[in-house]
Nanobody, 126 residues
């Protein structure tokens, strides 16, 4: 069982920045691909970014590419999502999620992830 906890959400003006953190309470995440997903009111949960547990390679949705950066700390216990140039359409609850690595395949659907945090609200005002 992996327990995840997000932090760092809040209210920011358009064009501003926020940094989200996802902690696994000291547990190494090197055996997990870590994804960031978001869900706006009335919409389905969608992929935003992920970092591969084995390679450290990062992947982004087209809507956030060039503005968001996913990374992890050296101890591989915390994953970050740096969000720059925020837009009102980025407003959503942001979730981090973990998927245990069984192969080299990368998964972008929420349903493929095993463990989830409680989510943190990000609100971008215009």
């Amino acid at each position: 069982q992996v327990q995840l906890a997000e932090s760092g959400g809040g209210l920011v003006q358009a064009g501003g920045s926020l940094r989200l953190s996802c902690s696994a309470s000291g547990r190494s995440l090197s055996s997990y691909d870590m994804g960031w997903f978001r869900q706006a009111p009335g919409k389905e949960r969608e992929f935003a970014a992920l970092i591969s547990g084995k390679s450290g390679r990062t992947y982004y949705a087209d809507s956030v590419k060039g503005r968001f950066t996913v990374s992890r700390d050296d101890a591989e216990t915390t994953v970050f999502l740096q969000m720059n140039s925020l837009r009102p359409e980025d407003t959503a609850v942001y979730y981090c999620a973990a998927r245990r690595i069984y192969s080299i395949s990368i998964y972008f659907r929420a349903g493929d992830y095993d463990y989830w945090g409680q989510g943190t609200q990000v609100t971008v005002s215009s």
